[in-house]
């Protein structure tokens, strides 16, 4: 028997199916059922980040699956949220109100809640803007 295992994806679901073919003739001689794998919830966060127009590091996001529902708020060290998004997709480019955030150390907060609503992450953290 020869054996192909089919995967495909979601964002926040991983499916398998096995189908066994006869070797001699590549009949198909059993499908087995489709299997659902929901992804853990994982986050992400750089401890850096490089907004110089290099095409390198140019963008701070925090990567991650298994989110359904994400939110994330960024500080500056005198407290100003200088960014907030709903959206793993969206980065924060070291703008702050059309400028250039200066040199230093940024906060995070961000909260994560699972495929399925039973698991939350909520995690903070500090990363560097270099230049």
């Not at 089919?6 to 009949?27: K, P």
């Not at 997709?89 to 040199?103: H, L, M, T």
Request: no cysteine; net charge negative.
């Amino acid at each position: 028997f020869l054996f192909n295992v089919t995967h495909s994806q979601t964002e926040n679901i991983d499916i398998y199916r096995i189908v066994a073919f006869q070797n001699y003739n590549d009949h198909i001689y059993s499908i087995s059922n489709t299997v659902h794998v929901i992804k853990p919830l994982l986050l992400y966060a750089p401890n850096a980040f490089s907004p110089d127009g290099d095409g390198v590091n140019d963008h701070f996001s925090i990567k991650g699956q298994g989110a359904e529902e994400y939110y994330v708020e960024i500080y500056n060290r005198w407290g100003q949220m200088v960014f907030q998004s709903e959206d793993m997709d969206i980065a924060w480019n070291g703008e702050y109100r059309g400028n250039q955030s200066p040199i230093g150390t940024y906060v995070y907060q961000v909260k994560a809640i699972n495929y399925g609503g039973d698991k939350i992450i909520v995690k903070d953290g500090s990363f560097a803007l270099i230049r």
